[in-house]
């Protein structure tokens, strides 16, 4: 098994501009998790998903965060438009219980 | 206050030592706890998996939970150069559905 896979790994862009970030969960993971990390918040959750669904998406910051699960292979994080502060290192994570997270290697976002 | 404190070091230890990392909680609901391991520019990995107050053992790593204190421990035995890493706690409580992770020791294992 390959893992959870995330593309990009490293994305720059300017402040305005639409960014999306991917993720292939591990194939059989009911949960798929979009976690944020950065050095003054640690690993923040921002959205799950379970069976396609979203659950619960209380830690998505502000409406320019959106994101969706058409399938049980494949989840896309956007943000539109970027800012700043939204520079940070995006984890997808997928699991088949609540406790055991397979983490992917994270795309890391500058928004300059 | 944050629901998980974990001191962020940095910790510096040499090789064959043992290390004692921990975490704090205020949540009583807590019942699952896990450490995770995080190598630079890597996604965190699982490390161990308690439920409620007890301890586990796997290899040179022993997970400690006092739900008493409130309190996780997480020791390495024969600590290795290849340990260094970020080690994170994270909890969650019965019926919820998401982990609440701490902020993560940074840990250096000198040769």
């Known amino acids: 098994d390959a893992g959870v896979i995330q593309s990009p790994r490293h994305e720059v862009t300017e402040m305005g501009q639409e960014v999306t970030l991917r993720c292939k969960p591990i194939s059989g993971h009911d949960y798929l998790f979009w976690y944020r990390q950065t050095m003054m918040r640690g690993l923040e959750l921002l959205i799950y998903f379970n069976n396609n669904v979203p ?3 209380s830690g998505m910051p502000e409406d320019r965060f959106s994101a969706k699960m058409p399938n049980a292979s494949f989840s896309t994080l956007k943000i539109q438009p970027s800012e700043p502060r939204d520079s940070a290192v995006y984890f997808c994570a ?3 219980t609540i406790n055991v997270l397979t983490f992917g290697a994270g795309s890391r976002l500058t928004v300059l | 206050q944050k629901e998980v404190e974990q001191d962020p070091g ?6 064959g030592a043992i290390v004692s990392l921990n975490c704090t909680y205020s949540n009583s609901a807590f019942q699952y706890f896990m450490w995770y391991r995080q190598y630079s520019r890597k996604g965190p990995e699982l490390l161990m998996y308690t ?3 007890g301890n586990k053992e796997d290899g ?6 006092d739900k008493s204190s409130k309190y996780i421990s997480l020791f390495i035995r024969d600590s290795q150069p290849s340990d260094s890493a970020t080690y994170l706690c994270a909890m969650r409580e019965g019926s919820a559905r998401q982990l609440t992770f701490g902020s993560g020791t940074q840990l250096t294992v000198l040769p």
């Open chain 1, 55 to 57: 659950i619960d998406d």
């Open chain 1, 94 to 96: 997928s699991s088949p």
């Open chain 2, 10 to 15: 940095p910790l510096s230890v040499p090789e």
């Open chain 2, 51 to 53: 439920y409620s107050s």
């Open chain 2, 60 to 65: 040179r790593f022993t997970a400690q939970v």
